[in-house]
Nanobody
């Protein structure tokens, strides 16, 4: 059974930093993609950062220059370093994984089929 468990959330002041972690278990192969998403109250879920099998990354415009996604394949851990946090970063943050294997070039777009329960990040001004 695949499990994704987030940790590291909390309440911080504007300008401070947090590091989120996602511990993945229940599989031994490399993920095709892993990502961080967030949902703020009253808003739709949005993609924050994604890392693919080859280490390529992409970020939401709101995260560029402030957030860094990384993956430790040996430990099956995904991280999100968040610096210079703003009140608008307040949200529930979710870890997600695309665990497809043998993905063809035409199907390379990430499809996140596994999700964690989330960790709350609250940034006050």
């Amino acid at each position: 059974q695949v499990l994704l468990v987030e940790s590291g959330g909390g309440s911080v002041q504007s300008g401070e930093s947090l590091r989120l972690s996602c511990a993945a278990s229940g599989y031994t192969h490399s993920s095709h993609c892993m990502g961080w998403f967030r949902r703020a109250p009253g808003k739709e879920r949005e993609e924050v950062a994604v890392i693919d099998l080859f280490g390529g990354t992409r970020y939401a415009d709101s995260a560029k220059g402030r957030f860094t996604i990384s993956q430790d394949n040996a430990k099956n851990t995904l991280s999100l370093q968040m610096n210079s946090l703003k009140p608008e970063d307040t949200a529930m943050y979710y870890c997600a994984a695309d665990l497809r294997r043998g993905v063809s070039w035409s199907e390379r777009q990430c499809v996140f089929g596994y999700w964690g329960q989330g960790t709350q990040v609250t940034v006050s001004s």
